[in-house]
Antibody, heavy 124, light 107 residues
Framework: QLHLQESGPGLVKPSETLSLTCTVS??????????WGWIRRPPGKGLEWIGT???????FYNPSLKSRVTVSLDIFNNQFSLKLSSVTAADTAVFYC????????????????WGPGTTVIVSS | DIQMTQSPSSVSASVGGRVTITCRAS??????LAWYQQRPGEAPKLLIY???RLQTGVPSRFSGSGSGTYFTLTISSLQPEDFTSYYC?????????FGQGTKVEIK
């Protein structure tokens, strides 16, 4: 059974870079049928998609975050990561990693496996 | 980019009752829509994919319908564990987008 687990610092200072890793166990991140993404939920707000990556190295980003975000794969360690630069208090959130199912080329079923989430607070 | 508009933002119902949540896309997305449930302190859980297909293990009181720009999630015979938050998400194209969320509360 596939399991995802987020890891990284729980506290980041303003203007610094937030770095999180999602470790995938029970399956390979190079599987053709799956994409790998990051989603966050700020306190008191709804879900916000951050970005998604695929085994080819192609990545897609939320336009509102695109200038600050990088999502990438580490195939050797079966992990994928999120880097968000120049953080402010507005980036405080619970961050989730998730697997997205590709039904076919450019057709997707949604995110069927999620990590438990990790809280990141931006504060000095 | 596709915008998702979900309504209502909150709804009250009784145990055993029925609620319907709607989600509108700013442009046609076929049936590439997913619904999620999120309980406090937990990760979101996929309920419905491809607009109307029930994810494995999800109770049959959950149902989805729609295509194009208009979608609904219906929960019939509400159980105590169903009183929580729900989100739609378009899976048609990047960038992905979620609806604003609906909180189902006990009347």
């Amino acid at each position: 059974q596939l399991h995802l687990q987020e890891s990284g610092p729980g506290l980041v200072k303003p203007s610094e870079t937030l770095s999180l890793t999602c470790t995938v166990s029970g399956g390979s991140i190079t599987n053709t049928n799956y994409y790998w993404g990051w989603i966050r939920r700020p306190p008191g707000k709804g879900l916000e998609w951050i970005g998604t990556t695929y085994k080819t190295g192609e990545s897609f980003y939320n336009p509102s975050l695109k200038s600050r975000v990088t999502v990438s794969l580490d195939i050797f360690n079966n992990q994928f990561s999120l880097k968000l630069s120049s953080v402010t208090a507005a980036d405080t959130a619970v961050f989730y990693c998730a697997r997205e199912v590709a039904a076919a080329t450019d057709q997707f079923y949604g995110m069927d496996v999620w990590g438990p989430g990790t809280t990141v607070i931006v504060s000095s | 980019d596709i915008q998702m508009t979900q309504s209502p933002s909150s709804v009250s119902a009784s145990v055993g009752g029925r609620v319907t949540i709607t989600c509108r896309a700013s442009q046609g997305i076929g049936t590439w829509l997913a619904w999620y449930q999120q309980r406090p302190g937990e990760a979101p859980k996929l309920l419905i994919y491809a607009a109307s297909r029930l994810q494995t293990g999800v109770p049959s009181r959950f149902s989805g319908s729609g295509s194009g720009t208009y979608f609904t999630l219906t929960i019939s015979s509400l159980q105590p564990e169903d009183f929580t938050s729900y989100y739609c998400q378009q899976a048609h194209s990047f960038p992905r987008s979620f609806g604003q969320g609906t909180k189902v509360e006990i009347k």
